[in-house]
């Protein structure tokens, strides 16, 4: 009989965490505050600043091969040989300023497909920006969710061990009153040691998944409100 209640007693214990547990999660879950994480990671994570870098230079080669462009391959010189002056090696040179303008044909041809291939590229560096940041954005729920999940059964396990640590003193009182045998008294010294291990791996859990997240942030989460 008395076995029977030592056994009540633990599952009892057992379902009131586990109640908490999912109570929990409800209450510590916030969309609002995980988009805000996402918001910030995408501001500070160094490779999406990469990223949005590349586009900047991918706009600038289109602006690079537009129509300006096309003034290299436009050359203008001149030459300017002083009145009273004789060239004996140019005597076709009259005296005076002389302009010499060249035109690079070949350069103005291959300038509409320099300007085509810029304009893929930098449809390509947006793509891949808005795709990395897409899976940063993925990484970040991902972490944020493991975070709230560790929290979570860091709260189950205080609990259960708080109950467990209750149990141990009634179970003791008992004991020493004569009305619980040393059997119950050591088990239930068992099952509060269980669940002081169960607390310790669910906090070292937690603090894990606290550093992974704050990875991404650049930033403690103690500071994001």
Do not use: W
């Not at 009131?16 to 879950?29: D, F, M, P």
């Not at 870098?53 to 537009?66: D, H, M, Q, R, W």
């Not at 050359?75 to 090696?89: F, Q, W």
């Not at 929290?151 to 609990?159: F, N």
């Amino acid at each position: 009989m008395k076995k029977t209640k030592y056994l009540f007693c633990i599952a009892f214990i057992l379902n009131i965490s586990t109640a908490y547990c999912q109570e929990s999660v409800r209450t510590t879950l916030s969309y609002p505050y995980l988009e805000k994480l996402i918001q910030i990671t995408k501001e500070r994570y160094p490779l999406i600043s990469a990223k949005q870098s590349g586009v900047e230079l991918a706009k600038n080669n289109i602006n690079k091969t537009g129509f300006v462009s096309y003034l290299d391959a436009l050359s203008v010189s001149y030459y300017y040989r002083p009145k009273n002056s004789v060239d004996i090696v140019n005597l076709n040179i009259l005296n005076g300023y002389q302009v010499g303008v060249n035109l690079n044909i070949g350069s103005i041809v291959s300038k509409p497909f320099a300007h085509k291939e810029a304009k893929i590229q930098y449809k390509i560096a947006m793509a891949e920006q808005k795709g990395y940041e897409q899976e940063v954005e993925a990484e970040v729920k991902k972490r944020y969710f493991a975070y709230i999940d560790q929290i979570t059964q860091l709260k189950l396990r205080s609990k259960s061990y708080n109950d467990a640590m209750t149990l141990v003193k009634e179970i003791q009182h008992k004991f020493e009153k004569g009305e619980r045998t040393f059997e119950d008294y050591t088990k239930s010294l068992a099952l509060s040691t269980e669940q002081n291990q169960f607390m310790i791996t669910a906090e070292t859990g937690s603090l894990t998944a606290k550093a992974s997240l704050e990875e991404l942030l650049g930033e403690k989460l103690e500071n994001i409100k």
